[in-house]
């Protein structure tokens, strides 16, 4: 009997080893239980900049800031965060800088940021600017170069830079007004339901009437309607040129940029001197070379 019992324990013992030696092997071959590494390709962003040999973005199931570089991950910082910008138009020039959930900004260059709920964050080459809680505008400036004073304006609810100069959208109206080189006075001809800044140009949506759909562009000679139409999103680049996307989806560009060829409905452009990148539907990125 005690031998019976001795025999049926070793049995049982052996099963149990097999067992656990089943599921150890199982687990090493197949990686149960491991989170699988995330590929460029498998990225989803909710929102998306274009640098120079990069592109950054906030991915879309936890709002960390991730940046693509040759169709690798580049870089990956922990969030959340509510904004990104990126400003790499310029060799000698590169910063990005993130607004976390609570209104802080962070740059990867400029310490002596303000403090404080910001959003509406925008870099330039002499400018970089925040809109606070009351919609007036902060600046600081990567280092020592000097910028533009932020003007006295209160209530805005976009702000874009570039340069010596920015612009901001004053209501829902799309009043605009720039601020520093050559601007010091309200644009008051044009309204804009979208506006971004652009070497010495104000560019923007159109909300018109008068002068239909479409994109403009404003500088010290006057109004230029670059393309007509009906567009979602745009954004424009060092020299002037810019993007914008259609009510299809599609991209369409102006100046020395080269609208691309696609064939997935696209939105939110983003505009650098080397390449145009925009998100699909589910978010995934797709980036093309700015000239073609």
């Not at 403009?216 to 999103?233: P, R, Y």
Request: net charge negative.
């Amino acid at each position: 009997m005690l031998n019976d019992k001795k025999t049926l324990l070793g049995r049982a013992l052996a099963v149990t080893a097999f067992a656990l030696a089943g599921c150890g092997g199982a687990t090493s071959q197949k990686g149960e239980g491991r989170e699988p590494k995330q590929t460029a390709e498998s990225l989803r962003f909710s929102k998306l900049v274009a640098g120079r040999e990069r592109y950054c973005g906030l991915r879309q199931s936890d709002a960390a800031l991730v940046c693509v570089q040759g169709g690798e991950i580049s870089l990956e910082r922990s969030g959340p965060f509510s904004e990104v910008a990126l400003n790499e138009d310029i060799t000698t020039y590169n910063e990005l800088c993130t607004i976390d959930s609570a209104g802080q900004v962070a740059c990867d260059f400029a310490k002596d940021v303000p403090v404080g709920e910001l959003h509406g964050l925008a870099l330039g080459f002499f400018n970089s600017c925040a809109l606070d809680r009351e919609g007036r505008v902060v600046c600081w400036v990567p280092d020592a170069i000097g910028g533009t004073s932020a003007p006295e304006i209160v209530g805005a609810l976009e702000l874009s830079v570039d340069m010596e100069h920015g612009c901001v959208r004053l209501d829902m109206f799309g009043h605009a007004r720039c601020f520093g080189a050559p601007y010091d006075a309200s644009i008051s001809d044009l309204h804009f339901q979208q506006v971004s800044a652009a070497a010495l140009r104000a560019c923007g949506i159109l909300l018109d009437p008068s002068l239909g759909a479409g994109i403009a562009c404003v500088d010290e000679s006057g109004v230029t309607l670059e393309l007509t139409g009906d567009f979602t999103s745009l954004d424009t680049g060092f020299g002037g040129e810019g993007c914008a996307i259609d009510s299809d989806g599609m991209i369409r560009c102006w100046g020395d940029a080269k609208a691309p060829i696609h064939s997935r409905r696209l939105h939110q452009v983003s505009v650098s001197s080397h390449q145009i990148c925009a998100l699909d539907d589910d978010g995934a990125a797709h980036c093309f070379p700015a000239q073609g």
